[in-house]
């Protein structure tokens, strides 16, 4: 007699004895009995006994997406420089990690080989350029890299970049005492050269190199500028009022610069970095005097 659980197939021989054969039960045999009655019976129950090849933890799908975009893209060093340097730059295009590893003893998974100790953490990485085919272009461990986008980390330079840039301190001369048709000199009270800083994010380490350039709104009327100004006899920056009253000076310094990913190739900085501040400076009407030279003379 034979039945099936699941994938264990149970075979049951009974023979029953004659008058001239004798039969011993030992005590394995009764626990054999037992055993394939016990399954008999949670098989009659409906249970099955799972399958112990099956991985709970591994995506069966082959094409399921894990992360997708369409920015760039900063994959680990165990990809090649080349294609890091493609995936970073092209903000345009799109890219997928899918699941690389299928379980099942039949199916091939080089996970180990890559240094991979989970199989639900090995990825392929798949590619897709600006008017072009999604090809794939390499695998890749999540288990020690956090999927980081150019995104990701604009934003993480420019939540941290004013601790590695001069503050704004403007002002213009005169403070007091300004006065219509004569011109304010003013500043910024930063360098006008560039800037270079070192940080790590998500486990890479990014270099950024920033110069600075000005925009001045005296009341309404603009000036842009890449000199930082001075007191006088500096000129860069000055500003003639032809009316008397408070008067509104806006300064916006603007960061303009790139990033680079473990010496990779030099990417532009999209995201905006800015400082900014106000002052209202009080300007006076000229009054025109005149003078006598002397008696007689007025």
Not at 116 to 134: A, K, N, T, Y
Not at 164 to 192: D, F, H, K, M
Not at 215 to 236: C, E, L, R, V, Y
Request: overall charge positive.
């Amino acid at each position: 007699m034979s039945f099936s659980t699941g994938k264990i197939h149970v075979l049951v021989s009974l023979r029953l004895p004659n008058n001239n054969q004798v039969v011993k039960h030992s005590r394995r045999g009764r626990l054999i009995l037992v055993l394939s009655v016990g399954l008999l019976v949670v098989s009659s129950f409906g249970f099955l006994v799972p399958d112990v090849s099956a991985n709970p933890d591994v995506f069966a799908n082959p094409d399921h997406v894990r992360y997708e975009g369409s920015a760039g893209l900063i994959l680990p060093a165990s990809v090649d420089n080349s294609t890091r340097n493609e995936v970073i730059r092209c903000r345009g295009c799109a890219w997928k990690l899918t699941v690389a590893c299928i379980p099942g003893p039949e199916n091939y998974c080089d996970a180990a080989i890559r240094g991979c100790p989970g199989l639900i953490d090995h990825m392929r990485v798949w590619f897709r350029p600006q008017s072009g085919e999604w090809k794939e272009v390499d695998r890749i461990c999540l288990t020690n890299y956090e999927v980081t986008t150019v995104s990701d980390l604009e934003n993480s330079v420019a939540e941290s970049f004013e601790r590695y840039v001069p503050e704004q301190a403007a002002r213009c001369w005169p403070a007091q005492g300004a006065v219509t048709n004569l011109p304010l000199i003013c500043q910024s009270g930063q360098r006008s050269d560039s800037l270079s800083w070192v940080i790590p994010i998500s486990g890479f380490t990014v270099s950024i190199t920033t110069s600075p350039s000005w925009i001045w709104d005296f009341h309404g009327s603009f000036k842009s500028t890449q000199n930082a100004g001075g007191p006088f006899p500096n000129m860069d920056i000055s500003h003639l009022f032809t009316t008397a009253g408070a008067k509104s000076i806006n300064v916006v310094t603007r960061w303009n610069g790139h990033f680079n990913v473990d010496s990779l190739a030099n990417v532009a900085i999209e995201r905006e970095l800015t400082q900014r501040s106000t002052m209202v400076v009080m300007v006076g009407q000229a009054k025109a005097r005149l003078r006598c030279p002397g008696v007689g003379h007025c």
